[in-house]
């Protein structure tokens, strides 16, 4: 069973950036996407990047700001994230599933989340 341990969320000023990292133990990792819940919200989706890398897919809201990319030999996926906004504020998790797609219900593997503030 694999594991996921998201790291590098914190407190940063509008428009600064901030790189996640995702990284897993127990088997490799496959099709990886990047969620992120506000305070009273609902888990929205970020991005998603296929297991060789080639194919991202990223929410209307990031396009543009934010960068998923993947080092095989760490089994680690990042999230760049760019030109951020207060409105990115929320808790951050990655999880893998078998789609490359939005919902989070095809995500079966979570990790535990990284808070990302933005001040403004």
Request: aromatic share 10%.
């Amino acid at each position: 069973q694999v594991q996921l341990v998201e790291s590098g969320g914190g407190l940063v000023q509008a428009g600064g950036s901030l790189r996640l990292s995702c990284a897993a133990s127990g088997r490799t990792l496959y099709i990886t996407g990047w969620f992120r819940q506000a305070p009273g919200k609902d888990r929205d989706f970020v991005g998603a990047v296929s297991w060789t890398g080639d194919r991202t897919y990223y929410a209307d809201s990031v396009k543009g700001r934010f960068t998923i990319s993947r080092d095989h030999a760490k089994n680690t996926v990042y999230l760049q994230m760019n030109s951020l906004k207060p409105e990115d504020t929320a808790v951050y998790y990655c999880a893998t599933g078998g789609s490359l797609v939005s919902s989070p219900i095809e995500y079966d593997v979570w990790g535990q989340g990284t808070q990302v503030t933005v001040s403004s």
